[in-house]
Each structure stands twice: as structure tokens, then as C-alpha cells.
């Protein structure tokens, strides 16, 4: 394989952009650690959270491993469908830069029952009560495009299973901590992509 063919294949798009987008978290988490005066809840404080650590990081290590391996020793089948993926990869990556960005120092990654964050509802988070979570899904998805094995579609249906999960959970902090303003809130705007079905849930 030539290094032109090499860099242009949908699969490594795919694999830069996952591995850019775990490596922007890690960079955050070393720069946010020091003005908040500890993590941004990388190990949450309650112990359902702390376990979801359990699944979240094998299936991040798995993730960035398959769809390397994928572009190192194996080739796509549906060259259509991985380029459609790659698009999605960039896609993803590129929005989560900018609602990571908007978020500013509210930006978490786990909850902590004691601490009320401003509720952030501007933005992206007009269109989405959890844009990032979204996108991640998305960027799942689009890797499992990109790679097309077993392996990838497993982790995908543990990933967006999560997420979900993560999502509710986060939604039932929230109204404890910012009651009617997140009930109006949840009213008005979708749980992930504009246009779901999961206004109000």
C-alpha cells in the first residue's frame, strides 16, 4: 500500500479522530484539575457512577484498539459506508471541540451530588439537553462504519446503552439541583439530536 492510499482510507479518519477526542479528554482533565481544586468527577463520588467506570474504561481502550487494528491489518468491505463513517468521525469530533469549548469550567464527566453546576442551556444545549453525550454516540456509530467488525458493533451497542443510561441519571441529578428550571428545560429541548423523539422524557 502506497502512503497515499494509506493516509487516504476512511478507517484511519475514523481511528485519528477517536483517538484526538479521548486525548482532548485526558489534556482536559490535566488542565481543569488544578482550578477546580480536584478532578472534574473522573472517578465520580457516588458508587453507581463509579462503577459505570468499570464498563466505560475497557470499552474506551477497546475502542481505540479495534478500529486501529482494523486499519493496520484489515480492509473494509463497504468502502461507501466507511467514508460515510470517516465524515461522521470528523463531524462528531469537530462539534464536541465546540460544545467542549462553550462549556467552559462547567465542563464535567461525572456527577457529584454535592456540587451544583450553573445549568448551561445555551448554544448547542438549546438544541440538546446532552449534545456531548449525542455526539459521542454519534462518533461510535460512525466508527463502527468506518471499521465493520463484530467487535466494533458490540462495543457500540454497550456504548449507546450507556450513554443512555448515563443521561437519565444525570437528568434526575439535575432536577434535584435545579428543579423547575430543568423541568421547563427538559420541556422544551431533546434529550440527544434535535428532532428525537425524546422531548419531555
Request: hydrophobic share 50%; with cysteine; proline share 5%.
Amino acid at each position: 500500500m502506497s502512503i497515499g492510499n494509506a493516509l487516504l482510507n476512511p478507517t484511519l479518519v475514523g481511528a485519528v479522530c477517536v483517538s484526538l477526542y479521548w486525548l482532548i479528554v485526558v489534556l482536559k482533565v490535566i488542565f481543569i484539575t488544578p482550578s477546580l481544586g480536584k478532578t472534574p468527577n473522573i472517578v465520580p463520588k457516588e458508587i453507581v457512577g463509579g462503577l459505570s467506570r468499570v464498563i466505560m474504561l475497557p470499552l474506551i481502550m477497546g475502542w481505540v484498539v479495534l478500529i486501529w487494528q482494523v486499519y493496520l491489518y484489515s480492509v473494509v468491505s463497504m468502502a461507501l459506508f466507511a467514508w460515510i463513517g470517516a465524515i461522521g468521525c470528523v463531524v462528531a469530533l469537530g462539534l464536541t471541540i465546540y460544545c467542549w469549548y462553550y462549556m467552559g469550567g462547567a465542563w464535567r464527566i461525572g456527577i457529584d451530588p454535592k456540587e451544583k453546576n450553573p445549568l448551561v442551556t445555551g448554544g448547542p444545549f438549546k438544541y440538546s439537553r446532552h449534545p456531548i453525550y449525542a455526539l459521542s454516540m454519534l462518533l461510535m456509530l460512525s466508527s463502527f462504519l468506518a471499521a465493520q467488525t463484530k467487535g466494533m458493533f458490540v462495543l457500540l451497542c454497550i456504548h449507546w446503552a450507556l450513554f443512555f443510561w448515563e443521561a437519565l441519571r444525570e437528568e434526575r441529578h439535575l432536577l434535584k439541583m435545579h428543579g423547575e428550571t430543568y423541568r421547563s428545560y427538559m420541556q422544551q429541548t431533546n434529550r440527544f439530536f434535535p428532532g428525537s423523539l425524546c422531548v419531555g422524557e
